[in-house]
C-alpha cells in the first residue's frame, strides 16, 4: 500500500494543500499527481462518479505523488471500505453529527481491533494480494487518514466530543454547508462562520487533532494556518478550466470576436427573476 502523504506531512507538524478534480478522465488525476500536490480530493457525495470510474481515476493519480482523498456520501460506510480497497489513502467523511457517527466512520475504515473493516486484500490497495496481510492490516490501520467534515450548528456543538474519538484524524469545517443551514447562506463574512473556524480549532487543540477547511486565497490561507490549522483544501479543475475559457473570450472580445456565454445568460436571467 502507499501510505498517506498528507497523514506523514501533519505528523512532521507541517500542512498539506489539497486540491479537488471533478472531471473525470484519469488525465486529469495523472497530471496533478505528477505535479505534486499533497491530496486530490475525490468527491462521490455531489457527483455520479462510479465505483469502478473512482477506481481508475486512483489508479492514474499512482503515477505521481498525490493522496487520494475520496468524499462519499453521508452514511455510505460499505461504499467506503470498496474505497479503500482501491487505494484511496484517506477518507472525508460529510456531514457528521455527532461523536457516535464518527465512531462508526472509524470502525468501518479500520481493520480489527480499531474496527471492523472487511478484509479483503485483492486491490489496488494491497495491492493486489502482494503484501502478508497481518502487516498489511496493521499499515493500513496506521496511515489512513479519516477526516470529518462538520457542516452544520449541531456538529460545531459536538465538536469537541467528534475530535475525541479514536481514530478521528482531522476535524474539517465545511462553510458552505453550514452558512446555507444557518440560514445566512454564503455570508462567509457573518459572526457566525468566524467563530466556527475558532470552536473548530479549538476542539482540535483540545483533542490534539489536525483542523482545517477550505480556503479560497492565499491570504485567508494565512488566517487559517494562524490559527493553526494544518489541513487546507484549495482550488478545482472545473473552476481553473472555466477562469481560463473565460479569460480567453475577455482578451479576444477586444479584437471583435463574439461569443454566445449561455451560462452567463442563464445568471443574468436568475438575477433578474430573483
Not at 115 to 122: C, I, K, L, P, S
Not at 145 to 167: C, F, H, R, W, Y
Amino acid at each position: 500500500m502507499r501510505f498517506s502523504r498528507v497523514k506523514a506531512k501533519l505528523r512532521k507538524g507541517g500542512a498539506a494543500l489539497i486540491t479537488c478534480c471533478h472531471f473525470i478522465d484519469p488525465s486529469v488525476y495523472e497530471l496533478v499527481s505528477l505535479l505534486g500536490f499533497d491530496g486530490i480530493w475525490l468527491d462521490l457525495e455531489h457527483h455520479a462518479t462510479s465505483d469502478e470510474t473512482a477506481a481508475n481515476l486512483m489508479r492514474a493519480a499512482r503515477v505521481g505523488s498525490s493522496d487520494v482523498i475520496a468524499r462519499p456520501a453521508k452514511g455510505e460506510f460499505m461504499r467506503m471500505g470498496r474505497l479503500l480497497e482501491a487505494g484511496a489513502q484517506g477518507i472525508m467523511y460529510p456531514r457528521c453529527e455527532s461523536a457516535d457517527e464518527a465512531a462508526e466512520l472509524v470502525r468501518w475504515a479500520k481493520f480489527a481491533p480499531q474496527g471492523e473493516r472487511g478484509v479483503d486484500g485483492a486491490n489496488g490497495d494491497n495491492p493486489y494480494c502482494a503484501m502478508p496481510m497481518p502487516p498489511y492490516l496493521k499499515a493500513a490501520n496506521e496511515h489512513t487518514l479519516l477526516i470529518v467534515q462538520l457542516e452544520s450548528p449541531t456538529a460545531l456543538d459536538q465538536a469537541e466530543a467528534i475530535a475525541k474519538v479514536p481514530g478521528v484524524d482531522v476535524l474539517m469545517l465545511g462553510p458552505g454547508d453550514l452558512s446555507v443551514i444557518a440560514g445566512i447562506p454564503y455570508e462567509f463574512d457573518h459572526p457566525l462562520i468566524a467563530n466556527a473556524y475558532h470552536r473548530v480549532a479549538e476542539a482540535a487543540r483540545i483533542a490534539g487533532k489536525w483542523w482545517g477547511t477550505v480556503s479560497g486565497t492565499p491570504e485567508h490561507t494565512q488566517r487559517l494556518l494562524d490559527l493553526n490549522a494544518k489541513f487546507i483544501c484549495h482550488g478545482c479543475d472545473l473552476i481553473q478550466v472555466k477562469q481560463g475559457m473565460e479569460m480567453i473570450q475577455q482578451r479576444y472580445s477586444a479584437l471583435g470576436f463574439t461569443f454566445e456565454n449561455r451560462l452567463e445568460a442563464e445568471a443574468a436571467a436568475l438575477a433578474k427573476h430573483s
